[in-house]
T-cell receptor
C-alpha cells in the first residue's frame, strides 16, 4: 500500500517554480523519499531521492521537513515538457528495489 | 546505455487468446521488474527477478500470468486466456542491484494491451 498522500492535480505557469507537496507521516527512520515522474505514454523516470537532508540535482530540488513527515519537490523553472504525473514514494532501499506507486500528482504546466 | 526496450509497443487481441510480451533490460542490470498500469492509476508491481531467479510475485499475478527470465537477460511475460480486465499498460524496469543507496529503476515505454 502506498504510504504517501499527494494532491491529485496542480497547475503551474511556464517559467515559474513548481512546488509539489507530499505527506508521508508514517515514514520510518530508514525509509527514503523518492520522486519519479511519468510523461504521457512513457514509463516512469527517476527524478531525485533523499533521506533527511535537502537534495538538488540537475532536474529538481527535494526539501524534506525536519520531522521527515512531508517533503516538497521543486522544479525551479517549469517548462511545458514538465507536464507529467509526479509520484512520491517512500521505501527502504535495497528491499528488492521495487517501488510501490500511489496515484501521484498530475502537473499541468501552462503557457 | 540503450535503455530498457519492450516489444511490442501495442497489442490488440481477442478475449481468450494468449499473448506474450518481451522486455530487454539495460545491459548488465541484474534486476528486472514487471508492472501493470491502468488508466488514471499508478503502476502496480507484478513481479521481479534477480538474474534468472523470480524472487517475488504480487497477488495481482494470477495463475494465467507467467514471467520468465531464462538466462538472466531478457524477460517474457505471458498472459493466457486473456480477459478484458487484462487491458492495461505493461511496464518493465531494470536496475543494477548494486545495493547502493543511489540505485534507481529504469523503465521502458511499456506494452499497451487491449483485449476485445
Amino acid at each position: 500500500d502506498a504510504k504517501t498522500t499527494q494532491p491529485t492535480s496542480m497547475d503551474c505557469a511556464e517559467g515559474r517554480a513548481a512546488n509539489l507537496p507530499c505527506n508521508h507521516s508514517t515514514i520510518s527512520g530508514n525509509e527514503y523519499v523518492y520522486w519519479y515522474r511519468q510523461i504521457h505514454s512513457q514509463g516512469p523516470q527517476y527524478i531525485i531521492h533523499g533521506l533527511k537532508n535537502n537534495e538538488t540535482n540537475e532536474m529538481a530540488s527535494l526539501i524534506i521537513t525536519e520531522d521527515r513527515k512531508s517533503s516538497t519537490l521543486i522544479l525551479p523553472h517549469a517548462t511545458l515538457r514538465d507536464t507529467a504525473v509526479y509520484y512520491c514514494i517512500v521505501q527502504i532501499y535495497n528491499q528488492g528495489g521495487k517501488l510501490i506507486f500511489g496515484q501521484g500528482t498530475e502537473l499541468s504546466v501552462k503557457p | 546505455d540503450t535503455g530498457v526496450s519492450q516489444d511490442p509497443r501495442h497489442k490488440i487481441t481477442k478475449r481468450g487468446q494468449n499473448v506474450t510480451f518481451r522486455c530487454d533490460p539495460i545491459s548488465e542490470h541484474n534486476r528486472l521488474y514487471w508492472y501493470r498500469q491502468t488508466l488514471g492509476q499508478g503502476p502496480e508491481f507484478l513481479t521481479y527477478f534477480q538474474n534468472e531467479a523470480q524472487l517475488e510475485k504480487s497477488r495481482l499475478l494470477s495463475d494465467r500470468f507467467s514471467a520468465e527470465r531464462p538466462k538472466g537477460s531478457f524477460s517474457t511475460l505471458e498472459i493466457q486466456r486473456t480477459e478484458q480486465g487484462d487491458s492495461a499498460m505493461y511496464l518493465c524496469a531494470s536496475s543494477p542491484a548494486t545495493g547502493d543507496v543511489n540505485e534507481k529503476l529504469f523503465f521502458g515505454s511499456g506494452t499497451q494491451l487491449s483485449v476485445l
